[in-house]
């Protein structure tokens, strides 16, 4: 088969232009070229696929670093090829196709951009997928399941993966033969690429699955329960293995922890603020305060309690790794906005005899 083109040559644009002129030209060229508009033309309908590649490549800024750097290596004929760079010389004429994996760091630029990583057929290795997930504050305290839901890759269940209709006879590609890749390069430079009609299964379909429409893949909404660890701390990540797309790869969970309308935390230790009333806070009382995990708690607040006063209940904190911190209840003295005439006199009165100032 012949070799693609220079991408910035399908596409008719310069190497700095940018990203909307490759819009512009994309679309001038697609609608020129598209299938629709050239029905008995075999030659559009190559040329339509060849624009399409060209597009997904450039109009991808971390697709087309890496293209730039193989380009500049003579990968596609440009003029700065490889026989003009660092004294090195291209390869010659008819030496072949060769697996990209030979050639180090050079053939990871390039597999990452159609990704896949040298050889017939062979799947890039599985990547993590990363989401993130806020969790209640007592559950990050406590531990216990979270449930997440993702929009996620997975295999058909109607075929299989295979693509095929049900009762569809599958043959062998007849692009790539059943290798599952084919040559791509110019200029004596070739690699594998995987094969765009089988999509590098190295077979097609006489009736593609109505489910996925011959791909082998559908999208899907699944729900996975997240275990949290008991004290787990704002920003950590949780790896669940083999729970990526299609069961490859693992998920990796960040954990964001809601606050608490009560308690904060300080490393082990938690902190809960208490209301307590000036009669309180002078005369002395006991008060029934809620733990982490529901428990009632009796607290003595001593007289003459100090507003911002902390009060320590042992071994009532959070629990991690064999340790437990404790928890302190802070007495904040609440005052009522408002006084009745009797009620300022009794004040006034009080504030006489115990040498107060107003």
Known sequence: MAAP??????????EAATTDEIKKAFRRLAKQYHPDRNPNNPQAAERFKEINEAHDVLSDAGKRKKYDQMRRYGAF?????????????????????FDISDLGGLGDIFSSIFGRRGGAGREAEPEDTETEVTIPFRVAGLGGAVPIT??????CPTC????????????????????????????????NRPC??????????????????????VRVEKRINVDIPAGVEEGARIRLRNQGPKGRGDLIVQIHIAPDRFFRREGL???????????QALLGSRIKV?????????????????HGQKFRIPEHGIEKNGRRGDMYVEAHVTLP??????????????????????
Do not use: H, W
């Open 160 to 191: 299989g993966g295979n693509g095929a209709a049900k009762g569809a006879t599958i043959s062998t590609c007849p692009e790539c033969k059943g290798r599952g890749t084919v040559s791509f390069g110019q200029g004596g430079f070739a690699v």
């Open 290 to 306: 809620k733990t982490l995990d529901d428990k009632r708690v009796v607290l003595r607040i001593p007289p003459g309690t100090q």
């Open 337 to 358: 906005e408002k006084l009745s005439a009797e009620e300022q006199e009794a004040v006034k009165s009080f504030a006489e005899k115990a040498g107060l100032k107003y």
């Open 269 to 279: 230790d938690l902190i809960g603020v208490v209301p307590i009333n000036l009669a």
């Open 150 to 155: 993702l929009a996620m890759t997975e295999v």
């Open 5 to 14: 083109r220079d991408y910035y040559q399908v596409l008719g644009v310069a």
């Open 77 to 97: 004929g440009s003029p700065e090829g490889a026989g003009s760079r660092r004294g090195r010389s291209a390869p010659q004429s008819g030496a072949g196709d």
């Open 196 to 217: 765009p009609v089988c999509r590098g299964k190295g077979t097609v379909p006489s009736q593609r699955c109505p489910t996925c429409q011959g791909s082998g893949e």
